[in-house]
C-alpha cells in the first residue's frame, strides 16, 4: 500500500511539473506574438505615413542596401523626422530593436519594403517581420 502511495505520488509530480514546462512555453509564445502584432502595427504605420506623404517617398529609404535574414542592412539613414519618431517607437516596442537593423527600401515602381527586426535579451537569433506594398 506504502509502494501505490508513492508510485501515485511520483505519477502525479510529473504531472505537475509538465503543466508548469507547458505554462512556461505558453508565456514565451504569447510573447513572441505580441511582438509579431506591435511589428505588424509598426509596419502599417510607417506605410500610411507613406501613403499621406507620397511626394517625398524617396525619403524615407532607411538602410536601404544589403540586408535578408541577417538584420544587417546597409546603406544610409532616413534623414526624415518621421522615420527618426517611428524609429523611435520601434525601438520602445519592440526588445532590442535599434535602428540600424531596421530597412526601408523603396523600389521600382514605388514598391515599398519594410523590415523590421528584433531579438529579446536570451535569445541568440533575429526575429523579423517584413510587408512589401506597392505606393502609387
Request: some cysteine; proline content about 3%; aromatic content about 8%.
Amino acid at each position: 500500500m506504502l509502494l501505490e502511495a508513492l508510485i501515485g505520488i511520483l505519477i502525479f509530480s510529473i504531472g505537475v511539473l509538465a503543466m508548469v514546462g507547458l505554462q512556461a512555453m505558453a508565456v514565451k509564445n504569447q510573447s513572441d506574438a505580441k511582438y509579431r502584432a506591435d511589428a505588424s502595427y509598426l509596419t502599417n504605420q510607417i506605410i500610411s505615413m507613406m501613403w499621406v506623404d507620397r511626394a517625398n517617398l524617396a525619403g524615407y529609404a532607411h538602410h536601404a542596401t544589403g540586408g535578408g535574414p541577417g538584420c544587417n542592412p546597409t546603406g544610409g539613414a532616413s534623414g526624415a523626422a518621421t522615420v527618426a519618431n517611428w524609429l523611435q517607437d520601434v525601438a520602445r516596442q519592440l526588445p532590442g530593436a535599434v535602428d540600424t537593423n531596421q530597412q526601408i527600401i523603396i523600389g521600382a515602381g514605388n514598391q515599398v519594403t519594410v523590415t523590421l527586426c528584433w531579438k529579446t535579451p536570451e535569445e541568440t537569433t533575429w526575429h523579423n517581420y517584413i510587408m512589401v506594398t506597392y505606393i502609387n
